[in-house]
């Protein structure tokens, strides 16, 4: 399942947002990208949904709404059994125009959020146990730009980003505690406009996916890093 933003222009003017998906069998043949269905209480012209995760047959995402009367962005919790109809699960009140997040649950059912803010405010970190409708929320040290990360069964986070920086930003991991905490950071070989890292463990090392422009040209990049090497 891949989700993407869709935007719709007219004489160069954004008009409306709505997120699609494509689904595929074997990861080379994808269906054509459809809309998704928003139910219509919390539907939007402006509405992206931002990374599906799944948790056994359900699929939970934020979706972040914008260009809000007040110059303000809402972020919902949503959920999904299909992949195409969501429906609204709560409504965290996050001020500093939140919007890229990621979910993701720890060995106790409960759902992590890592949310990205705006008008250079730093990143959250929140966590909710079932039904996901109370949040407890710690502002991290940091900015965050494509949040991403993963839960460790030790109690610690892997965390991928782009380092803001005077310069250059870098794409960054960083192994935290469960409240975004650092512990250690490894740089990337990463520069200009840079981010966005998809993160998979195999093989005891830590699979990273990202772009970077830092060689004269954007382009995606594969890097992996020992487990141990993040540890200690």
């Given at each position: 399942m891949v989700v993407m933003g869709g935007s719709h222009y007219v004489s160069g003017k954004l008009v409306d947002m709505l997120s699609h998906v494509s689904f595929s069998y074997d990861g080379i043949n994808f269906t054509r990208p459809s809309p998704v269905s928003v139910e219509n209480s919390i539907r939007s012209p402006f509405d992206w949904i931002w990374r599906v995760t799944w948790k056994g047959n359900t699929g939970y995402a934020v979706m972040y709404r914008s260009r809000m009367q007040d110059n303000s962005n809402r972020i919902m919790v949503i959920k999904t059994t299909d992949g195409t109809t969501y429906k609204k699960v709560s409504e965290p009140d996050i001020d500093s125009l939140p919007n890229e997040a990621t979910i993701r649950f720890d060995r106790n059912n409960n759902m992590l959020i890592l949310l990205r803010r705006e008008a250079n405010a730093k990143g959250m970190l929140g966590i909710s146990s079932p039904p996901y409708n109370d949040w407890k929320w710690s502002c991290l040290a940091y900015r965050l730009g494509g949040p991403n990360f993963l839960v460790l069964k030790n109690n610690r986070l892997y965390i991928g980003s782009r380092l803001y920086q005077p310069g250059s930003?870098?794409?960054?991991?960083?192994?935290?505690?469960?409240?975004?905490?650092?512990?250690?950071?490894?740089?990337?070989?990463?520069?200009?406009?840079?981010?966005?890292?998809?993160?998979?463990?195999?093989?005891?090392?830590?699979?990273?996916?990202?772009?970077?422009?830092?060689?004269?040209?954007?382009?995606?990049?594969?890097?992996?890093?020992?487990?141990?090497?993040?540890?200690h």
């Open positions: 930003a870098k794409t960054v991991i960083y192994f935290t505690d469960t409240e975004g905490n650092v512990e250690k950071t490894i740089e990337l070989p990463s520069g200009g406009d840079t981010s966005y890292p998809g993160l998979l463990i195999f093989r005891n090392r830590l699979w990273i996916s990202y772009y970077s422009g830092h060689e004269g040209k954007t382009s995606i990049y594969l890097a992996k890093i020992r487990n141990k090497d993040l540890l």
